[in-house]
Nanobody
């Protein structure tokens, strides 16, 4: 599975951004697609994930109610809509795929920078 992330950029606090992740190659193997982020000096953290079969999303508590994960209908593309952005959301964001029978996320896209300023 190959993943291509896009979107990101700079925005003021309270603003919105949308990240996208396009999957290709053997997408039938995907079980769920997740988003993670890593801020400078911090460990990578889970942001959210969406089930590939039924499009059910899950969110980290830190983004619940502000971020929305949804899949483009009929396409191998997932969007992470980020609203109400906070300074703490500044990080490099990565999308990753967990395939069937895998215990963890094994395919990763390149990171995309999100910077939230005051």
């Amino acid at each position: 599975v190959q993943l291509q992330a896009s979107g990101g950029g700079s925005v003021q606090a309270g603003g919105s951004l949308r990240l996208s992740c396009t999957a290709s190659e053997r997408t039938f193997l995907i079980h769920q697609l997740g988003w993670f982020r890593q801020a400078p000096g911090k460990e990578r953290e889970f942001v959210g994930s969406i089930s590939w079969s039924d499009d059910i999303p899950k969110y980290a508590d830190s983004v619940k109610g502000r971020f929305t994960l949804f899949r483009e209908k009929g396409q191998n593309m997932v969007h992470l809509q980020m609203d109400g952005l906070k300074l703490d959301d500044t990080a490099v964001y990565y999308c990753a795929a967990q395939t069937r029978f895998a215990s963890d996320y094994g395919s990763w896209g390149q990171g995309t920078q999100v910077t939230v300023s005051s």
